[in-house]
């Protein structure tokens, strides 16, 4: 074989090598460090206590309420997002002519663009006063103030995904609709959504990892408070939140520190498995 | 030959920079409260000595004392002392923690300008943040629901005032933590019913500061105690400050360092 192509090989090989190497020692130090939790707090009382006091006398580490505030504002985001994102994708895909469709693409892929802490700001800012006004109610930084700030960082995930999925969509199958005697709208709804179904839901729960492993927006807009919320206008702890913003002020090694890596372990295994779910869906496609 | 020689030379000089840099370089890491100060000096001290190259970086009062103890940084910044364990870590290792104070800080209790409370027990602000008073009217304030905000329970501020205002008992579990001052003072002066708490360097004509115990938070009753929620902040070394370390503290500690250090908003320690 050639030697220049012999270099070029092990260059690709070894950058493949590098980043299983990366993923294992990030999963391996995971681990490393959150498992000792488990010697301060039975798993159980970890995972369904709701009591996070981690920096009183005795700590407690049950992070019940952190869970249960990240899936709030993430499933509140979800809402807002697929009819947004989908609606958005098939105006793009189906309905829109060849100009409106590359004026809106990119600008929907824009609002990827935007970084969190400017989305975390806006909703600092603006929309926790708006929402004070507008509803009434006593705090403006809560799980529905978070919940439309990562719904409309979502939109444009959902929206490019699923835009490529109906794209995909054989226009044989458009066609045999429409000479049966569908309308345009049952042609959509009946058969291409249907035929895109596996790359529409991997959107959605790509979407759905991204919001509830997203850091910045909810330390700022969700409140912060580790309860488990009776409404959506109460503020609440999402995981990644507590991670940031205790970490930097926690000693290395204590149990607070293990428990950190802990609840990092959980968004781990949450992103994980959705993952998993995606490249089975898109597996069972490909079959 | 010649281009022998200079090799070398241009060995040995690449290797020299970073040896004669050392005792140029300072690096400063910790407390966000103590960052404003380390940075305004930083840049004062490096304008009179431009030779002298001081990297500060925040992190927290935990990364502070931690990067002593590493020997990543040269001072750690902490707005808190030394815990217990901390100072154990530091002895296993050989390290001294030794504490500089360079400044004051009061922890002012803030409300929304609109609320027509002007002052506060120390007792009445702890049921506050217990949870045991829900509204205002039971102050003598306005019918509106209390919005407890505090800080993160890790960060050097909720633990100074969690020490001094609740005694170490638990805020209440609906409170709003969040994760700065800047964050703080913002929620308060757009939320009607909040009541949070921010270093005095943050108070602005957007949010109101009350008395605590009939004493306003100001310079002087920080200075002399009378205020309740005060503190001290610290720049941690290894050991009595010597070089480079020693002249940058000396700085700070000097009349033109507290000048900066009052105008970041902190109180000087003269």
């Known amino acids: 074989m050639d030697f220049k192509e012999k270099i070029f090989q092990s260059i690709t090989y070894i950058a493949s090598i590098c980043t299983i190497v990366f993923l294992f020692g990030i999963i391996l130090s995971l681990f490393f460090e959150g498992l000792p939790v488990l010697n301060f707090t039975s798993i159980k009382d970890f995972l369904f206590s709701k009591d996070w006091y981690p920096t009183m006398f005795p700590p407690k580490f049950g992070i019940l309420s952190l869970i249960a505030g990240s899936f ?40 990827a663009g935007i970084p969190s802490v400017v989305y975390g700001l806006f909703g600092m800012a603006f929309l ?104 959506i206008f109460d503020p609440v702890r999402p995981m990644p939140a507590t991670v940031a913003a205790e970490m930097g002020e926690t000693a290395i090694g204590t149990p607070h ?14 992103t994980f498995i959705s993952i998993l779910i995606i490249e089975f869906v898109v597996m069972r496609r490909k079959k | 030959m010649k281009f022998k020689i200079l090799a070398i030379l241009t060995v040995l000089a690449v290797l020299a920079v970073p040896a004669f840099a050392q005792d140029n370089r300072l690096t400063v890491a910790g407390s966000t409260t103590v960052l404003p100060i380390a940075q305004a000096a930083a840049e004062a001290y490096m304008d009179m000595h431009p030779e002298i190259n001081i990297s500060v970086r925040g992190g927290g009062s935990s990364v502070g004392i931690a990067s002593i103890i590493a020997g990543t940084a040269d001072i750690g910044n902490a707005s808190r002392h030394a815990k217990t364990k901390e100072l154990a870590t530091a002895r296993e290792n050989g390290i001294n923690l030794y504490e500089n104070v360079v400044a004051n800080d009061g922890i002012a209790v803030v409300v929304n300008p609109s609320n027509s409370i002007n002052g ?57 933590k969040l994760a700065s001052n800047n964050a703080v003072a913002t929620t308060v002066s757009n939320t009607p019913g909040a009541i949070g708490y921010v270093g005095l360097g943050y108070l602005n004509a957007s949010i109101k500061a009350i008395t605590i115990d009939n004493v306003m938070p100001t310079k002087k009753t920080i200075q002399n105690k009378e205020y309740p929620i005060a503190r001290t902040l610290h720049m941690y070394t290894n050991g009595k ?15 033109k360092g507290q000048e900066i250090v009052e105008g970041q908003g902190f109180v000087s320690i003269n």
């Open chain 1, 72 to 111: 709030v504002v993430t499933l509140g985001a979800l809402v807002i997002s697929i009819p947004l994102g989908l609606g958005a994708a098939i105006y793009i895909s189906e309905i829109a002519n060849k100009r409106v469709k590359e004026i809106l693409k990119p600008l929907i892929e824009l609002l």
């Open chain 1, 257 to 270: 520190f293990h428990a950190l890596f802990g609840i990092a372990i959980i968004l781990f295994i949450i």
């Open chain 2, 241 to 255: 400050p010597t070089g480079l370390a020693k002249k940058f503290i000396d700085f700070i500690v000097s009349a």
């Open chain 1, 128 to 231: 926790s006063p708006f929402l004070i006004k507008v509803f009434q109610v006593p705090i403006g930084l809560n799980a529905f103030n978070a919940s439309i700030i990562l719904g409309i960082m979502v939109v444009p995930i959902i929206s490019s995904m699923s835009e490529d999925a109906l794209s995909t969509v054989p226009n044989s199958l458009r066609e045999a609709s429409l000479a049966l005697g569908a309308n345009k709208w049952e042609t959509i709804m009946k058969v291409v959504l249907p035929a895109a179904k596996s790359g529409v839901i991997s959107s959605i729960i790509l979407g759905f990892g991204r919001a509830i492993g997203e850091t910045m927006v909810v330390l700022m807009v969700a409140g912060g408070a580790a309860q488990i919320p009776d409404s």
């Open chain 2, 120 to 176: 506060l027990t120390t007792a009445q602000l702890k049921s506050i943040y217990a949870g045991e008073v829900q509204n205002w009217k039971e102050l003598g304030g306005p019918n509106k629901p209390i919005v407890i905000i505090s800080r993160d329970t890790s960060s050097g501020t909720f633990e100074v005032f969690n020490n001094l205002v609740m005694s170490d008992s638990p805020v209440a579990a609906g409170a709003l």
